[in-house]
């Protein structure tokens, strides 16, 4: 790899997409590549998402086209060559038929190999383009970037085995790679709190937890609220249920904020919205338990701040996350049990986690492992054979295992 052109996402205040170019520079720049950061222009000034969920309509289309019609331009003057790596965070990228339109019709010594993040979309019948119709075209899409990313030599990364899965069964041809994991930065995080030194010793935080996911149909935020019910049902001991929101709170469905609002005003949870990522990693300083139920979750930066800031995680043992955990059976909920989920946060209420630090450590490797994939000392990751469910069951990392 002679050269990286590095296409990233553009910033929204709400998501992770803030630090994502930052987190990748620091590690391009502790591997020494050579690195062009191609640029894109935003819509607006606001880093806010006005419609849509998980990034703006308009914003990332804009910023998507703007984004690919520069690196035309540094295609055009010769200074992408076949020895040289694309490598995109979103394969949805408006615009990316213009590398297939051109690839196809330069000499192949000039092919630059590509290589494209699948976050989710129509693969995952639980995405939201299923809940808005797009599915109907996205689909087709992606089978284009797939062609055009197998045509270059390069390949898709997905975040863990469980999605490499779901694009085998999708028909997808190009080669797949397991980064397993999200692309994450645990010191640039540690620094927003003022370093390691300032996290909130556990037994000196309020009896708190948290809920971080969008306030989406396919994050089942009902189930959260169920569970805060029960709690008030079963026991009398006082713990405030908080949903952490980047933006103003809101949802594809209109009950899950009809509900939110009224269990609010009940006092049965507290409503912090329109956080800034700092004010957000200051309540996770201060959170026992960060809590989560989605089905539409591949991996979750969520559960990397959490654990990175002294913070407890207990998840549903679905798709990504048992190998997001290591199949840690202490943190990990039977889905969809409400009594195990009520058990496992209580448990996690109490004290911190022995393996608590490892979850984060891992994912802040996943950068380095993207890295060693496209320069081609990744094959360890390579899922493109028909032995490919032969890693499902294997723990990533180390874990420490206490029996009870």
Same mark, same amino acid.
Request: hydrophobic fraction near 35%; glycine fraction near 8%; include cysteine.
């Given at each position: ?89 979103d394969m949805f990228q408006p615009g990316f038929e213009s590398l ?135 026991? $009398? ?5 908080? *949903?952490? &929101? #980047?933006?103003?709170?809101?949802? @594809? ?5 009809? /509900? ?71 943190r990990l909920y039977v889905p969809w049990s409400i009594d195990d ?24 490797? $996943? ?5 060693? *994939?496209? &320069? #081609?000392?990744?094959?360890?990751? @390579? ?5 490919? /469910? ?15």
């Open positions: 790899m002679r050269k990286l052109f590095y296409m990233g996402l553009e910033a929204y205040q709400e998501r992770y997409t803030l630090q994502l170019t930052e987190w990748n520079r620091r590690v391009f720049d502790r591997r020494k590549l050579d690195v062009v950061y191609v640029p894109g222009v935003t819509i607006d000034n606001t880093q806010s998402i006005s419609v849509g969920q998980v990034l703006d309509a308009h914003g990332r289309s804009y910023f998507a086209m703007s984004q690919m019609m520069n690196l035309v331009q540094l295609m055009k003057n010769g200074e992408v060559t076949g020895e040289d790596v694309i490598y995109f965070e297939g339109y051109i690839i196809n019709q330069i000499p192949r010594e000039q092919v630059p190999r590509i290589y494209v993040r699948c976050l989710a979309q129509a693969i995952d019948p639980d995405d939201f383009v299923h809940v808005w119709g797009l599915n109907r075209w996205m689909d087709l899409y992606e089978k284009m970037v797939n062609e055009i990313v197998a045509f270059s030599g390069g390949a898709v990364l997905a975040t863990n085995e469980e999605m490499v899965a779901h694009m085998r069964i999708a028909g997808w041809t190009a080669p797949l790679y397991n980064i397993s994991g999200l692309a994450f930065g645990k010191s640039e995080v540690l620094e927003r709190i003022g370093g390691l030194e300032n996290i909130q010793p556990f037994d000196s935080r309020p009896r708190r937890v948290g809920f971080a996911a969008r306030f989406d149909q396919e994050k089942q935020p009902g189930f959260f609220m169920d569970l805060i019910e029960m709690y008030g049902e079963l026991t $009398t001991e006082p713990c405030e249920f908080a *949903i952490y &929101s #980047g933006g103003p709170l809101r949802s @594809n469905n209109p009950a899950y904020i009809e /509900r939110a609002r009224r269990m609010e005003a009940e006092g049965k949870l507290r409503i912090y919205e329109n956080l800034t990522k700092n004010q957000y990693y200051e309540l996770l300083n201060n959170t026992r338990v960060l809590f989560n139920c989605a089905l539409q979750d591949w991996v979750s930066n969520t559960v990397s701040e959490a654990d990175t800031l002294g913070c407890n995680v207990v998840y549903p043992a679905y798709r990504s996350f048992p190998e997001t955990f290591a199949n840690d059976p202490n989920a009520y058990h496992k946060m209580q448990n996690n209420l109490r004290e911190p986690h022995h393996n608590m630090g490892l979850i984060s450590d891992w994912n802040n490797g $996943t950068i380095g492992r993207i890295i060693d *994939i496209m &320069s #081609g000392s990744g094959e360890a990751w @390579n899922r493109s054979g028909n032995r490919y /469910r032969d890693h499902v069951a294997h723990e990533k990392y180390q874990v420490v295992k206490i029996e009870s």
